[in-house]
């Protein structure tokens, strides 16, 4: 079945760069894309950016001079990384992939980040 | 980018009476092909979002008829009727038209 699964460090320090991981399983990196959003703790949704199926990327461009997608289609993974990071990007992090044409909506459980010193 | 501004940001529901919620976008979401991009998340409490409705009024796999969604090209309702506690937690409206795909900020639903 569908699954994504987010990993990295719980904790990273103030102007540190943050890491995350998304591995895929039950679907091809080559034919679905994937996404990034976060939650900071207690508020909504927002949307990072994508690693299209076809290698193209797309960012938030609140974001973008701080954000890099990339990907590893042999290990089925997706990666963030993310600079200069700070207190208000505490929070969790989730990795996605969705699509109407199939209709194919999935979400990991989410990785708690929290930025402190 | 396209805000949208969901009201009201929090609902308090008798189980077995109907809750409406509102989401307003900043600009048109139905896109070249005649499809409306809009589509509803429940984030049930410390779970991640699941999708419960696409392109503004259908409902995705699993997800009970008691859910039905409707709108124009910016104003949109989701309606929940004969609310269960299963249905307790944030609902998101959000759009996948262009890039970002943004949010409205929640709805907090909890039972009376």
């Known amino acids: 079945q569908v699954q994504l699964t987010e990993s990295g460090p719980g904790l990273v320090h103030p102007s540190e760069t943050l890491s995350l991981t998304c591995t895929v399983s039950?679907?091809?990196?080559?034919?679905?894309?994937v996404y990034w959003v976060r939650q900071p703790s207690g508020k909504g949704l927002e949307w990072m950016g994508r690693?299209?199926?076809?290698?193209?990327?797309s960012y938030n461009s609140a974001l973008k001079s701080r954000l890099s997608i990339s990907r590893d289609t042999s290990k089925n993974q997706v990666f963030l990384k993310m600079n200069s990071l700070q207190t208000d990007d505490t929070g969790t992090y989730y990795c996605?992939?969705?699509?109407?044409?199939?209709?194919?909506?999935?979400w990991g459980q989410g990785v708690m980040v929290t930025v402190s010193s | 980018d396209i805000v949208l501004t969901q009201a009201p940001l929090s609902v308090s529901v008798t189980p077995g009476e109907s809750a409406s919620i509102s989401c307003r976008s900043s600009?048109?979401?139905?896109?070249?092909?005649?499809?409306?991009?809009l589509y509803w998340y429940l984030q049930r409490p410390g779970k991640s979002p699941q999708l419960l409705i696409y392109q503004m009024s259908n409902l995705a796999s699993g997800v009970p008829d008691r859910f039905s969604s409707s709108g124009s090209e910016t104003d949109f309702t989701l309606k929940i009727s004969k609310v269960e506690t299963e249905d307790v937690g944030v609902y998101y409206c959000?759009?996948?038209?262009?890039?970002?795909?943004?949010f409205g900020a929640g709805t907090k639903l909890e039972l009376k």
């Open positions: 039950g679907f091809s990196l080559t034919g679905y894309s």
């Open positions: 996605t992939s969705y699509s109407s044409y199939p209709l194919f909506d999935y």
């Open positions: 959000g759009h996948r038209l262009e890039y970002p795909n943004t």
């Open positions: 600009k048109s979401l139905l896109s070249s092909k005649g499809i409306t991009s």
């Open positions: 690693m299209r199926y076809n290698g193209d990327t």
